[in-house]
């Protein structure tokens, strides 16, 4: 039973398109990530929500929406795709009141904007 | 702004050598401290995790580091490499307060391992 899942795996879009990644964690974490690993595997915190609640928004354009209808679950819309938008994006899930904890990652989202 | 450098971008070694990766942090307060592993197309998992006690932790597969507060370094080690330890291995760091919980990240080291 795969602790932190996501869909889909691989995603290969047109500039112009709007997409979205799902994420859902079954390990009873109140606290959910989404990191933006680039070409050069340099990984950086987009949002962070905690039971439902946006905790963390780092720089991030505006075209990208996170939303959590539920602590166990934080998806990523992103309208009008942008080439530099093509990275691996990673999931991820902690508890944060064990703030020492680590984090669970997901399997990752190879995004590919053509 | 805390901050994680690691020093070496890319390291080879042979099989049964003796590894050494370094990271340093920028951060005054407490922090938790992390390395990960990300094998090739695959997702970071965690190697181990320093939060109080003991500077020396070990982790899996044979891995350990040592934190030195005075050099804000958490450098991992293992005695000797194998082939399947190639990968990606990133420090992270997670300072103190209120924080929501972010990790911090360092450039990522990848460690090839020649048979």
């Known amino acids: 039973d795969t602790a932190v899942s996501q869909t889909p795996k691989y995603l290969v879009t047109q500039m112009g398109n709007d997409k979205s990644i799902k994420c859902e964690q079954n390990?009873?974490?109140?606290?959910m990530y989404w990191y933006k690993q680039d070409s050069k595997k340099f990984l950086k915190i987009m949002f962070s929500y905690n039971n439902k609640e946006l905790i963390i928004n780092e720089t991030v354009p505006n075209r990208f929406s996170p939303k959590s209808p539920d602590k166990a679950h934080l998806n990523l819309h992103i309208n009008s795709l942008e080439l530099g938008d093509s990275a691996v994006y990673f999931c991820a899930s902690s508890q944060l009141a064990l703030s020492n904890y680590g984090y669970t990652f997901g399997s990752g989202t190879r995004l590919t904007v053509v | 702004a805390q901050s994680v450098s690691q020093h070496n971008h890319h390291v080879i070694l042979s099989e049964a050598a003796s590894l050494e990766l370094g990271c340093n942090y920028s951060?005054?307060?407490?922090?938790?401290l992390f390395w990960y592993v990300q094998y090739p197309g695959q997702h970071l998992q965690l190697l181990l995790k320093?939060?109080?006690?003991?500077?020396l932790v070990k982790g899996i597969k044979g891995f350990e580091a040592e934190f030195i507060k005075s050099k804000f370094s958490f450098n991992l080690r293992k005695p000797s490499v194998q082939w399947s330890d190639t990968a990606e291995y990133f420090c992270a760091v997670n300072a103190g307060g209120n924080q929501g919980g972010k990790l911090i990240f360092g450039q990522g080291t990848e460690l090839s391992v020649k048979p």
């Open positions: 320093y939060f109080s006690g003991d500077p």
């Open positions: 390990l009873g974490h109140d606290t």
């Open positions: 951060y005054g307060g407490t922090v938790n």
